[in-house]
Structures are given as C-alpha cells and as structure tokens.
C-alpha cells in the first residue's frame, strides 16, 4: 500500500476564501492505483511553510502530491520550495505532465512544476486547476507505483516484457 500527502498551496484556500477543488481531484485519481491518502492539508503559499511541511511528510508518507504554485505569479514558489528539499530530481515526470498539458494548450509550457525525491518519498507539483491535475495526473499516475518500489529500493527488474 502507498500512503500519501496531499497538499494544496493557496494563499485564498488557506483563507477560507476559496474551495480546494484540487485535492479531493487528487485523492479521487490515485485511489485508482491504490494509493490511500492520510495526510491533507490547504496551505499559504509561503516557500519556508511548504519547505517544511514537504520535509516533516517525506518521512511519514511514500507519495507528495502538491497542487497550485506552479505559475509565474509572485507567489508561485512551490516549484522553488520542492528544488530546496528534494535530494534527486525526476524530471521526467513534469516532462511528462507538460507535453500531455501542451496537447490541450499552449499555456501549459508555463507550468514551473517538479517532481523529485527526498528520503524515501516521491515529490509531484501539480497546477492549482483541478482540469490540469486530471490531465497532467493521468499522464504520469501508471509510474508511480513503480516510482515507489525503486525509491524504497526493490531490486525487481525495471524492463516491460512484451
């Protein structure tokens, strides 16, 4: 069983002023793979809070899917939070999460997120729109299981037989 953090960056949603439409998308797609969600949150977007909490649930859960902060905007710092605690990077997986977004438009080359490693636990950034974290989720979600086993060091054999 895979556990995870979802964590949604809003300054508006951590207000009250707006509903976290993002995470309970989240919570519905990785259901699919198994994946159970025990840590939740809506938090400001302020890079030393998501440094911190990214670090305290890297060592509680498997998975960290963020959604919102990946933008230009001023306040955008999730990307920049994610780059200062993850020890490896994957890029692959936001490689994989813009070309699926470019399909569908444009502005999807705008998106800063990262996806990365620290300890044992696999960090994703995903776009504040609840129809980019469907899109960009559904592009990457088949990996992640296996994303999993490798970062908690399985010695399983990497190559799809045919």
Known sequence: MITAAVLTLSD???RGEREDL????????????GVVVSIYE??????????????????KVDLI??????G????D????????????EVPGIAEAMRIEGLKKTGRAMLS???AG?????LIINLPGSPKAIREGLEAVLEVIPHAVEKIKGSSAECAVQE
């Open 12 to 14: 508006k949603g951590s």
């Open 22 to 33: 993002g995470g309970p998308a989240i919570r519905e797609i990785i259901s699919r793979i």
């Open 42 to 59: 809506v938090m400001p977007d302020e890079k030393d809070l998501i440094k911190a909490k990214l670090v305290e649930c890297s060592s």
């Open 65 to 70: 899917i963020t959604t919102g902060g990946t």
């Open 72 to 75: 230009l905007s001023p306040r």
């Open 77 to 88: 710092v999730t990307p920049d939070a994610t780059l200062e605690v993850i020890e490896r």
């Open 112 to 114: 800063r997120a990262v």
């Open 117 to 121: 490693v620290r300890g044992e636990a």
